[in-house]
């Protein structure tokens, strides 16, 4: 089966220890290796104010993972998140190949707010 890309988004409770959020991160991260799905990038974005409450926080832990799975792997990490007592929301997203490129730019530092005169000063 063809693999496609993907990216998932997914809220932590901010009432985590550090090493609670890194192994609930680990736990994710190993159920890709298990299912053979490719992660091409992963980003910890630490701890961000919510736009609106959720379950009563206010803040939580944002981690993103971008990888490469066939379709059956969503249904079977959805699942995993809902049992996932730590995570408060997540999100996965089909990539088609404009957002794989814009990805790629965006790694690549396209998008940072400085630009080059900024940061020669």
């Given at each position: 089966m063809e693999l496609r890309n993907y990216e998932t988004l997914f809220i932590l409770t901010p009432v985590l220890s550090e090493q609670q959020v890194k192994d609930t991160i680990d736990k994710f991260r190993n159920f890709f290796k298990k299912k053979k799905a490719e992660i091409v990038h992963e980003e910890h974005m630490g701890l961000k104010q919510l736009a609106?409450?959720?379950?009563?926080?206010?803040a939580g832990f944002y981690q993103l993972f971008e990888f490469k799975a066939t379709p059956a792997i969503i249904n079977l990490l959805e699942i995993e998140y809902k049992r996932e007592e730590k995570i408060i929301r997540f999100l996965t997203v089909a990539l088609d190949k404009h957002g794989?490129?814009?990805?790629e730019k965006k790694r690549k530092?396209?998008?940072?707010k400085k630009t080059k005169e900024e940061t020669a000063t």
């Open positions: 609106y409450p959720i379950q009563h926080k206010s794989v490129e814009h990805n530092g396209a998008f940072d």
